[in-house]
């Protein structure tokens, strides 16, 4: 009997825990959530939906971080957690994310050939989860970028990456990152990253008036999420190159 006891008090311990953590997560206020769901993981390691609530506050930390090695410590941290996730709810569309957005957003500042190994390893992520679930619209978006990037990626830097690094990037197009960002248009238009990322690929296409078009509308958005005064400023820039 006692056992149970202490079972049902423990249970609602990381509850009111994981709740008090939440209310700091929709806040982004990512070091005082991570004070009170680390101790929650503590007592639930295997709790998925803390495990990637916990990768979710690290990525943030990344954004603040002002050095490129700190964002690559975080980054591996959150990855940690997430690919813990995704390893205990093979079904689960947001663990199964979670590491591509962790790889997502290291991959600026890692080395080329963790880039090259980083590339597959996101691409199976987001197919998982739009498997799971084709109506997540954050998948969409990596896939998006990840097929833009892959798209404006030059023969030299593929011949290098078989030559040094043992790894083929997949060949693909623009197109198909437009076809992906519309996708997360259409499910989600709420998110001004979705708008911004769209015309930072018309961009890359030479369709500059549809690229001022997506970025202004993705601009005059009001931030929510933590990465939107970022994708701002690259949504400036583009901009700016467009003229």
């Not at 990344?62 to 093979?90: C, H, I, W, Y």
């Not at 199964?96 to 957005?101: F, G, H, T, V």
């Not at 991959?107 to 987001?126: C, E, G, H, T, Y």
């Not at 693909?172 to 076809?179: D, G, P, Q």
Request: glycine share 4%; hydrophobic share 40%.
């Amino acid at each position: 009997m006692f056992c149970f006891v202490g079972l049902a008090a423990r249970a609602e311990d990381t509850d009111a825990l994981i709740a008090k953590g939440d209310q700091f997560d929709k806040q982004l206020q990512a070091k005082e959530a991570l004070e009170v769901y680390l101790p929650a993981n503590k007592l639930e390691p295997d709790n998925v939906k803390l495990l990637v609530c916990i990768a979710r506050q690290y990525r943030h930390l990344m954004v603040d971080a002002s050095s490129k090695q700190e964002k690559l410590r975080l980054g591996n941290v959150s990855l940690e957690f997430a690919s813990r996730a995704a390893t205990l709810a093979p079904n689960n569309a947001e663990a199964q994310l979670s590491p591509a957005i962790s790889l997502g957003k290291m991959l600026p500042f890692m080395s080329s050939k963790d880039q090259v190994n980083a590339s597959p390893r996101i691409k199976a992520a987001v197919d998982r989860t739009l498997l799971l679930d084709p109506t997540n619209d954050n998948a969409w978006y990596i896939l998006g970028r990840w097929n833009r990037v892959l798209a404006n990626t030059n023969v030299v830097k593929r011949v290098l990456a078989k030559t040094l690094y043992g790894g083929d990037l997949p060949v693909t197009t623009n197109e198909a990152a437009e076809k992906c960002l519309l996708k997360a248009i259409e499910i989600n238009p709420n998110r001004l990253m979705h708008y911004i990322e769209l015309g930072r690929i018309y961009a890359q296409m030479g369709r500059a008036e549809e690229a001022r078009k997506y970025i202004q509308k993705g601009m005059a958005m009001p931030d929510k999420e933590k990465d939107d005064p970022e994708m701002k400023e690259i949504g400036k820039q583009i901009l700016q190159k467009l003229g």
